[in-house]
T-cell receptor, first 110, second 110 residues
Framework: DAGITQSPRYKITETGRQVTLMCHQT?????MFWYRQDLGHGLRLIYY???????DKGEVPDGYVVSRSKTENFPLTLESATRSQTSVYFC?????????FGSGTRLTVV | KNEVEQSPQNLTAQEGEFITINCSYS?????LHWLQQHPGGGIVSLFM???GKKKHGRLIATINIQEKHSSLHITASHPRDSAVYIC????????????FGKGTSLLVTP
């Protein structure tokens, strides 16, 4: 099906481990984004990408790394997970200012 | 940064009631978005608007650019409308500068 696919849906990892969240879109939207959603903060931008090989920091980028070697994929890596990174992560793409969101990944760092 | 305020924070209504959720923002925008998030679910874009009014089924969104205010109305509310409704504003033509409100949690009881 067309759309944005995030994987995994749920992940539990230990403090200090590296973990990668995957995001794949079936369109060719130029813009892709990673957000985290936390109670009391709403959605906050971690990183975004305007095109393949072009990425930039958002509001809360510390502790995260992204890459975009292909237009359709935008993985988010937590290099050394911390408990403060326990959150729900949403990937999104945008075309013409209209956003489409993935189903989210619920990450728990223990 | 554009401050986005939503009201009310929480709302309980009986099935069939007319519902209004409000959103105000602090600076000029290129577009305003209304998003819906069901419990434990993903985020769905309901409307993107830059002026006037849009309608989709029982949902109506309006925006007053001069007053920096938007409303989301739900007519003949139904329990399946229970969700968090999120207002977000975009500043640039690319749409990547989305600032989100903290959401309005709506519960519609039978």
């Amino acid at each position: 099906d067309a759309g944005i696919t995030q994987s995994p849906r749920y992940k539990i990892t230990e403090t200090g481990r590296q973990v990668t969240l995957m995001c794949h879109q079936t369109w060719s939207h130029s813009y892709m984004f990673w957000y985290r959603q936390d109670l009391g903060h709403g959605l906050r931008l971690i990183y975004y990408s305007a095109a393949a090989d072009i990425t930039d920091k958002g509001e809360v980028p510390d502790g995260y790394v992204v890459s975009r070697s292909k237009t359709e994929n935008f993985p988010l890596t937590l290099e050394s997970a911390t408990r403060s990174q326990t959150s729900v992560y949403f990937c999104a793409s945008s075309s013409g200012g209209v956003y489409t969101f993935g189903s989210g990944t619920r990450l728990t760092v223990v | 940064k554009n401050e986005v305020e939503q009201s009310p924070q929480n709302l309980t209504a009986q099935e069939g009631e007319f519902i209004t959720i409000n959103c105000s923002y602090s600076v000029g925008i290129s577009a305003l978005h209304w998003l819906q998030q069901h419990p434990g679910g993903g985020i769905v874009s309901l409307f993107m608007l830059s002026s006037g009014k849009k309608k989709h089924g029982r949902l109506i969104a309006t925006i007053n650019i001069q007053e920096k205010h938007s409303s989301l109305h739900i007519t003949a509310s139904h329990p399946r409308d229970s969700a968090v409704y999120i207002c977000a504003v975009s500043l640039g033509n690319s749409g990547y500068e989305l600032n989100f409100g903290k959401g309005t949690s709506l519960l519609v009881t039978p």
